[in-house]
């Protein structure tokens, strides 16, 4: 079956713009998770959804950034007045039952490599 | 702070040899956790996991060792195959906590 899809892959945007990440879970996963991937790093924890609910944003790293997820099911990542330091690969990740659970396995799109001039 | 610390950035293998990879936790409450492996372009793919509960866990070539009294895992992959070359991601969770992830230890196996 599919799995979890990201658009664009690749997005270039000058400092000061707004940008929109899309994520596609795999079908029926009711857990939807953001991540962000900066050079050298290991994915860092931005926000989870549990249906259409955020049910933890604590990683996320200040008002600038805003997710949506209104159907349960595609989930949009936004960033406003984006910075050089948003520059990174944003990964979406979906699972199953999610509930926090740590043993629901999450399965990760490609990412989308963002960078920001 | 990093409460996950993958030490070795890279590691240089034979092919046919075991491939050992190692992970430190300070987070004396992580109760479980996990290996992905990523190829460049890809996202993190599930490998293997491992409960608190357990000091060890097997899945075909790979198994996890997990020692909490010295709050260190390793990842051993044998015999190594040149299709094994990405790079590996430690992660860790308490309870209904978000996975905090390593830096990652980038595997080359030669063949």
């Known amino acids: 079956g599919a799995g979890v899809s990201q658009t664009p892959s690749n997005k270039v945007t000058e400092k000061g713009k707004y940008v929109e990440l899309r994520c596609d879970p795999i079908s029926g996963h009711t857990a939807l998770y953001w991540y962000r991937q900066s050079l050298g790093q290991g994915p860092e924890f931005l926000i989870y959804f549990q249906g259409t609910g955020a049910a933890d944003d604590s990683g996320l790293p200040n008002d600038r950034f805003f997710a949506v997820r209104p159907e349960g099911s595609v989930s949009t990542l936004k960033i406003q007045r984006t910075e050089r330091g948003d520059s990174a690969v944003y990964l979406c990740?979906?699972?199953?039952?999610?509930?926090?659970?740590?043993?629901?396995?999450?399965?990760f799109g490609p990412g989308t490599r963002l960078t920001v001039l | 702070d990093q409460q996950v610390k993958q030490n070795s950035p890279s590691l240089s293998v034979q092919e046919g040899r075991i491939s050992i990879l190692n992970c430190d936790y300070t987070?004396?409450?992580?109760?479980?956790f996990l290996w992905y492996k990523k190829y460049p372009a890809e996202g993190p793919t599930f490998l293997i996991s491992?409960?608190?509960?357990?000091d060890k866990n097997e899945d075909g070539r790979f198994t996890v060792f997990l020692n909490k009294s010295a709050k260190h895992l390793s990842l051993h992959i044998v015999p190594s195959q040149p299709g094994d070359s990405a790079v590996y991601f430690c992660a860790a969770s308490a309870g209904n906590t978000p996975l905090v992830f390593g830096k990652g230890t980038r595997l080359s196996v030669i063949a």
């Open positions: 990740a979906s699972s199953l039952n999610g509930g926090g659970s740590s043993t629901d396995t999450q399965y």
């Open positions: 491992i409960s608190s509960i357990k």
């Open positions: 987070n004396s409450m992580f109760d479980y």
